[in-house]
């Protein structure tokens, strides 16, 4: 195997051509390039360093109906009910009847889950009829990633690219097909080529200036596909987590579903149960209405205040950076300490570090953008619109999720459609085009002006789609943010490093000689990316006249018979499908 860390590789040693790029180096991309061939020569490309995904950051589990109380009728069932209506059914039923097969290969390749005696161990989450979650603690994620990661590193066929940032698909002009990418990579832009091309980049949620996201979940898949022509679908349908870490200085940590599923309460400054005035199931109702819950709630003014005398005392500010937005509580009293100490190690730990002990007060939370449901159209054999191009993972649109995901189906389909990379045929390379090289001449003042405003657009942006196209959308904050994100568009397209970088053809090259050049660079192409990224969540939300799962219009709050269609974008162009799971 060559592991190829950033410091070790010089651009011109880096390979021109592989058999099958695989671009992202979560779990969807690590079981992905492991089902390919061993035969073939992989690239596995990662922007940052492995194990710095939204994968590795998955608490809760991964859902398969393999206990003998439950059935995969349950969780399809399950996985519908929570997709409000847009869930693809065939989708849906291949997720599920895979999982048993899928969980057996994570055993096997060595994912320690949690056991009860010999058993697998199965947790309940919100929304799901039976206890079907298989957890590794309260770290399942970073368990499957660290022993996918291991896994890829032993194998010969596969190279990593680590810190190499892919900018755009390279899509042959006379036959429509993808035959590579553009890369940044140790401070020059140049052209890989493949066979075939695998998207494997994640979500979105830093679009978003609240999210449980990490940095490197900068939609960047979905802005290259469309850039490229491929069809998108859904891309309204923002999942937003009921439950992150609202404390000021603290990043917006994601407080597991399994917490509630074991028992912890939802709860107002009052100590009130208050979910169950919005839903039967209270707590454990899906994630979308749990979110709009809290929302209306705060809205309300039953919100704030801190772990006090009776229950909570209410937060004053006092100039020291004292957090007073508004939160609700989740009160894990109610499960044994040792459960908790059992299933929660890491929530325990985190919860600490920001001085909250969660044997004695309860976790003041928040919902966040947590899940991007919409993303590049595929089938279920990852195929998407653009020949040669696959997707995978929380970038592809598979059509399982429908308009709300259900809890912990997530890892399940990135594993379980990752597997089916094992059954594509990489296209026969062509002849590499000689291609030219050149050396920008970029002034180091000049490239400090541009850096300054590409952070400044991108820290304004999160702000205004947080705002405009967060848990609570309209018309008008919509139409108002599509116009603002349309002129920081134009703003960014006219810097000269973005007239630089846009505009290089797949027979060029290009070196920038300036200091700190990959970060730098990197900046600029995920802002580029989340510009995109916006402008599409904000027409998509905008298009759809209707509330349904993710997506909530307070103009127009009720679900639509006319509108339980999927939302399909292609270049500029957005339009209904005719009918749910419509193939392409």
């Not at 995969?72 to 847009?86: C, R, S, Y």
Request: hydrophobic residues 40%.
């Amino acid at each position: 195997m060559n592991s190829l860390p950033s410091n070790s590789l010089s651009p011109l040693e880096m390979p021109t051509q592989f058999d099958v790029l695989v671009i992202g180096a979560g779990a969807a991309g690590l079981y992905a390039t492991l089902c390919l061939s061993d035969t073939l020569r992989v690239g596995l490309i990662t922007k940052d360093t492995l194990s710095t995904g939204a994968s590795d950051w998955a608490q809760g589990g991964i859902a398969a109906a393999i206990d003998p109380k439950d059935s995969p009728v349950l969780h399809i069932e399950d996985t519908i009910k929570a997709g409000a209506g847009l869930c693809d059914s065939d989708a849906v039923q291949f997720l599920v009847e895979q999982a048993g097969d899928c969980i057996q290969s994570l055993v096997e390749m060595g994912v320690a889950f949690d056991r009860h005696g010999s058993q697998l161990a199965l947790t309940l989450e919100a929304a799901h009829s039976r206890a079907r979650v298989l957890h590794a603690a309260d770290t399942t994620g970073r368990a499957v990633v660290s022993t996918l990661t291991a896994l890829v590193l032993r194998c010969q066929n596969i190279t990593v690219l680590q810190q190499a940032f892919a900018l755009s698909l390279w899509i042959n002009s006379q036959t429509g097909y993808c035959q590579g990418v553009s890369l940044m990579y140790q401070g020059r832009l140049s052209w890989v080529q493949a066979g075939a091309v695998v998207l494997a980049t994640g979500g979105g949620g830093q679009v978003f200036v609240q999210t449980t996201n990490p940095e490197v979940s900068t939609g960047d898949g979905v802005a290259m596909a469309w850039r490229a022509g491929a069809m998108l679908r859904d891309l309204e349908f923002m999942q937003f987590h009921p439950t992150a870490l609202t404390k000021a200085g603290a990043p917006h940590f994601l407080i597991s579903e399994a917490v509630r599923g074991e028992g912890a309460h939802l709860v107002d400054i009052q100590g009130r149960r208050f979910a169950f005035d919005y839903h039967s199931a209270g707590e454990l109702a899906p994630r979308d209405v749990v979110s709009r819950a809290i929302f209306n709630h705060l809205q309300k003014g039953v919100g704030s205040g801190e772990w006090g005398v009776g229950f909570c005392r209410e937060r004053q500010s006092n100039g020291s950076g004292e957090d007073n937005s508004p939160t609700v509580y989740l009160d894990l009293r109610p499960i044994p300490d040792d459960r908790i100490r059992h299933r929660f190690p890491n929530i325990i730990q985190v919860c600490q570090q920001w001085g909250i002990d969660v044997f004695h007060e309860p976790i003041p939370v928040a919902p966040a953008a947590h899940y991007w449901m919409g993303g590049i159209a595929t089938d279920l054999m990852t195929r998407t619109s653009i020949p040669g191009l696959y997707a995978v993972g929380e970038t592809a649109s598979t059509g399982v999720h429908g308009a709300n995901r259900l809890a912990s189906n997530s890892l399940l389909e990135c594993i379980v459609f990752g597997a089916q990379l094992s059954k594509i045929t990489p296209e026969k390379l062509a002849p590499i085009p000689d291609f030219r090289f050149s050396i920008s001449d970029l002034a180091i003042a000049d490239w400090a002006t541009q850096i300054e405003k590409i952070a400044a657009i991108r820290a304004e942006l999160r702000h205004l789609v947080w705002q405009s196209a967060g848990i609570s959308r309209s018309a008008e904050g919509l139409n108002s943010a599509i116009a603002q994100v349309e002129i920081w568009r134009s703003e960014f397209a006219a810097l000269p490093l973005s007239q630089l970088l846009m505009n290089l053809t797949p027979t060029e090259t290009l070196k920038v000689n300036l200091p700190d050049a990959d970060h730098q660079l990197r900046g600029w192409g995920e802002t580029y990316n989340l510009l995109d990224v916006a402008h599409l969540i904000l027409k998509s939300a905008a298009f759809r006249t209707e509330s349904r799962g993710g997506h909530y219009r307070s103009d127009y709050p009720h679900p639509d018979p006319d509108w339980q269609v999927h939302t399909l974008v292609q270049r500029n162009q957005w339009w209904k499908s005719s009918l749910i799971g419509t193939s392409f």
